[in-house]
Structures are given as structure tokens and as C-alpha cells.
């Protein structure tokens, strides 16, 4: 008796190992890739890749290490303006004041932004002008205007952006203010972010989650037009689509995004760096980084 149940123990164990799936070679290869890519370089970098339909199949290298967000936040903020036209606080197509005066979340006190400084300028020239929240919206993020962010993330409230960010299962994104605070910068009280926390808004966006699925194709057609494309999308085919938001102040470089290949297969990547030496180097690198990804997935 003890051996026909012995045998019959042993059978099941034979057939549930059978029907277990083989490892995945080619992605254990990918991390080892990107592993080696990565030891090569100085600084920090970390990388975060997910299958939009397969959450299983994903490498993860420092994707809990804390970046400053760079400009990689303006995601956030457009999810929460996105949010907020779905639950009917405010539309898109609300016209706003474009202002150049803004308060420091240290002490209230004013500050401006520098022409000169910003990545998109045209929106200096219409200063005491309007324009409706999409069209910042759209320059905040393809042009990663700093002063269009300012001006909405006055309308999307930077504790409401982090609650969402919570609620969306991302527990390390921290918004806390604006572009060119000063004051906060040098207390530390800084926008930060991990891979891991970015990858999930770029998984959900794929899935169309993130709002609903209007809202996100809305979110992912303004993606579509970044104008900053030397890191994830730089080796790919131009076929492959990348919705990509890219962040960068001085030693720190992101990109972030949804990539979508012609069959309509889709994966999230973000590769966030930090203290490294060549702004060009590491940008080869990010780029290095997105094609080794793609020629695995696109297999």
C-alpha cells in the first residue's frame, strides 16, 4: 500500500514538472546583458522592462533605487490633469493664465522662470495670455516645458499627483512641487522616482487603465509626439512606436515609456541614471540598453 501510494505521489510530482513552463533562456541572457552593460558604467543606472500582457515576463536591475525624477514627474502630473477632466473637475479645454510667478513650497516666497533655462520657449511670448490645459499639457510634455508645468501642477495639486501615483500601486514616486524651486532643491525636498514605479503608469497606460480608455489613448497619442528621442527609441525601428517621456538636470538622465511594436504587442521600459561622467556616453548607453530589450522581445 505505502509503495502504490509512494508511486502514485511520485507520478503526480513527474506530471506537474512536466507542465511547468521551461525557463526562459532568452530573458535570463537579456538580464545578463543588461547586467553587463550596466558594470561597465560609471554611476547608477537601473532598469525596469514588463511585458504589457505577460507581467511575468520582466527584468528588473536597481528598480527600487531613488532617482530625482527629473522631468520624468510630468507623467504623473498629466495622469492626474487626465483624472480630474474624467471625474469632471476641470476639462482640457479649460483655458488657463499663463503666469510666470510661482511660490516656493519652503516658505511661500516668489519665484520666476529664467528664459534661457527652460527646454520650450515659445510660451514666454505669450505670458499674460491664455491657453487651454491640453495645449500645456501637450508642451509640458513633448517639449517638457518647465513653465507649463508650473502652471498645472497648480491645477493638479501635487498631493493629489502622489495620492494617485499610490493608488495606481506606485508607493516610491514622491511629487512634492514644481520646476526651479530653488529653496526646495536646497533643503532636498525634491520630486523622486524609481524604475519600478514608473514601469507600472507605463504597464497600466498600456493596458489602458491608468484613467480609462479614452483618457489613455489621449495620454499615449501626446506621448507618441515627444520630441526628445536619443535614449529609447534612438536604435529602434521606425516602425516601433515609443510613448516616452525623457527627464534630465545635471548628471542625471531618464527616459521612460511605452513601447509598441507593428503587431501591437506592447512592454513598458524606464532606465533612469545618475552620477555619471559623459552625457553622451550614458545616452549610448540608455540607447544600448532599449535595443537589447527590443531585439528580445521582438523575437
Not at 49 to 70: S, T
Not at 103 to 113: F, K
Not at 266 to 283: H, P
Request: charged fraction near 25%.
Amino acid at each position: 500500500m505505502k509503495q502504490m501510494l509512494l508511486g502514485s505521489l511520485l507520478s503526480s510530482l513527474l506530471f506537474f514538472t512536466a507542465c511547468q513552463p521551461a525557463a526562459d533562456d532568452g530573458l535570463q541572457q537579456l538580464q545578463q546583458e543588461l547586467e553587463e552593460l550596466i558594470a561597465g558604467q560609471p554611476g547608477t543606472i537601473a532598469v525596469a522592462f514588463r511585458d504589457v500582457n505577460r507581467p511575468d515576463v520582466q527584468v528588473l536591475i536597481n528598480e527600487k533605487e531613488v532617482f530625482h525624477a527629473a522631468s520624468t514627474m510630468k507623467t504623473p502630473v498629466m495622469i492626474e490633469l487626465y483624472k480630474k477632466a474624467a471625474a469632471g473637475v476641470l476639462a482640457m479645454e479649460d483655458s488657463v493664465l499663463i503666469v510666470n510667478e510661482f511660490y516656493s513650497i519652503v516658505d511661500s516666497s516668489r519665484y520666476s522662470m529664467e528664459l534661457g533655462e527652460d527646454s520650450e520657449e515659445k510660451l514666454y511670448g505669450l505670458i499674460g495670455q491664455k491657453a487651454t490645459v491640453y495645449d500645456l499639457t501637450y508642451d509640458m510634455i513633448i517639449y517638457s516645458s518647465n513653465l507649463a508645468t508650473n502652471i498645472l501642477i497648480g491645477l493638479a495639486d501635487a498631493k493629489a499627483v502622489t495620492q494617485t501615483m499610490r493608488d495606481m500601486g506606485a508607493n516610491d514616486i514622491q511629487v512634492l512641487r514644481g520646476v526651479e524651486d530653488g529653496k526646495a532643491f536646497r533643503q532636498g525636498l525634491n520630486n523622486t522616482t524609481t524604475a519600478y514605479d514608473l514601469m507600472l503608469l507605463f504597464e497600466q497606460l498600456g493596458k489602458r487603465t491608468a484613467v480609462n480608455p479614452e483618457a489613455d489613448e489621449a495620454m499615449i497619442r501626446i506621448l507618441l509626439d515627444q520630441k526628445f528621442n536619443d535614449a529609447i527609441p534612438a536604435l529602434l525601428p521606425k516602425e516601433v512606436k515609443v510613448a516616452h517621456k525623457t527627464g534630465w538636470i545635471t548628471r542625471v538622465r531618464h527616459d521612460s515609456g511605452l513601447v509598441v511594436l507593428p503587431d501591437g504587442r506592447q512592454y513598458a521600459l524606464v532606465i533612469l541614471t545618475k552620477d555619471w561622467e559623459s552625457d553622451e556616453a550614458t545616452t549610448q548607453v540608455m540607447a544600448q540598453i532599449s535595443k537589447a530589450v527590443y531585439d528580445y522581445f521582438s523575437k
